[in-house]
């Protein structure tokens, strides 16, 4: 590119970004990253949670790829019981909301919050021992009771073994891989 393609290139970037709302509003989130960073990144990985579904909307398959139980662990591991309980269900409720799938049957879905939010009360709990292993198990029992009442109520049986048997496994390898950044940024 020519020197007048980069400063017309700078110009369209300066005239969008330099604005005084953006300005502001950066400033705003890096004094608040500053001073109140445990609040604003325990609600960046509820804000990942949430969206981390949003897939199932619009398409229907038996593999869950969510980040509520790496918020609810996270939190709950770093800020005590009533923290992981609170960002676990809050997490798992706005996924729900995003995708769709809370109106569907609500009964299910408050099911699923109870989950969430005792997930990251056990993550309070357990927080010296291997959380990995403990969130394995607690996903593996409430997945069984999660199928076992889908099945009852005319889900595809397919699709829940492939949930029954991946989940699991999902949320063992995103713990392994993510919460030690996610405790760390916390």
Same mark, same amino acid.
């Given at each position: 590119?020519? @020197? *007048?393609?980069?400063?017309?290139?700078?110009?369209?970037?300066?005239?969008?970004?330099?604005?005084? $709302?953006?300005?502001?509003?950066?400033?705003?989130?890096?004094?608040?990253?500053?001073?109140?960073?445990?609040?604003?990144?325990?609600?960046?990985?509820?804000?990942?949670?949430?969206?981390?579904?949003?897939?199932?909307?619009?398409? #229907?398959?038996?593999? @869950?790829? *969510?980040?509520? #139980?790496?918020?609810?662990?996270?939190?709950?591991?770093?800020?005590?019981?009533?923290?992981?309980?609170?960002?676990?269900?809050?997490?798992?409720?706005?996924?729900?909301?995003?995708?769709?799938?809370?109106? *569907?049957?609500?009964?299910?879905?408050?099911?699923?919050?109870? $989950?969430?939010?005792?997930?990251?009360?056990?993550?309070?709990?357990?927080?010296?021992?291997?959380? $990995?292993?403990?969130?394995?198990?607690?996903?593996?029992?409430? @997945?069984?009771?999660?199928?076992?009442? /889908?099945?009852?109520?005319?889900?595809?049986?397919?699709?829940?073994?492939?949930?029954?048997?991946?989940?699991?496994?999902?949320?063992?390898?995103?713990?392994?891989?993510?919460?030690?950044?996610?405790? /760390?940024?916390?």
């Amino acid at each position: 590119m020519t @020197d *007048e393609a980069y400063l017309r290139v700078f110009e369209i970037l300066s005239s969008k970004l330099l604005r005084p $709302t953006t300005v502001i509003a950066c400033g705003f989130m890096l004094v608040s990253l500053i001073f109140f960073r445990p609040l604003m990144m325990s609600l960046i990985l509820i804000a990942l949670g949430a969206i981390s579904i949003i897939y199932k909307r619009y398409v #229907s398959i038996g593999i @869950d790829l *969510e980040l509520c #139980s790496l918020c609810a662990i996270a939190i709950g591991s770093r800020y005590g019981v009533t923290a992981g309980a609170v960002s676990g269900g809050f997490s798992i409720l706005l996924a729900l909301l995003l995708n769709g799938h809370f109106m *569907e049957n609500p009964f299910f879905a408050a099911i699923k919050m109870v $989950t969430y939010a005792g997930l990251g009360a056990l993550a309070a709990i357990f927080a010296t021992s291997n959380l $990995t292993f403990m969130a394995g198990v607690y996903t593996f029992v409430a @997945d069984a009771i999660f199928v076992a009442i /889908a099945m009852q109520s005319g889900g595809n049986a397919g699709k829940l073994i492939v949930f029954l048997v991946t989940h699991p496994l999902i949320v063992i390898y995103q713990l392994k891989l993510l919460l030690p950044l996610a405790r /760390a940024l916390l």
